[in-house]
């Protein structure tokens, strides 16, 4: 089975770092921690198959965090 999707619009875009204290934040970037939270919509499309035949293709919106 696999997943995938098209990206459409961002909902939110959070930088794990920008809440820490200065000194976090110089520690996080020395070490090369770059994290971050996102939520997005997107076009979802699953589709499966077992030996020669593919089988339940299904297309649909959804929130990815």
């Not at 696999?2 to 990206?7: A, G, I, K, L, Y």
């Not at 875009?13 to 996080?28: E, Y």
Request: proline share 2%; net charge positive.
């Amino acid at each position: 089975m696999s997943v995938s999707f098209e990206r459409e619009k961002t909902i939110l875009q959070a930088i794990l770092t920008d809440r820490a204290p200065l000194l976090k934040r110089i520690i996080a970037r020395l070490i090369g921690f770059d994290g971050a939270y996102h939520r997005f919509t997107s076009r979802v499309t699953l589709r499966g198959s077992r030996g020669a035949c593919a089988w339940s293709i299904s297309k649909d919106r959804s929130i990815w965090n």
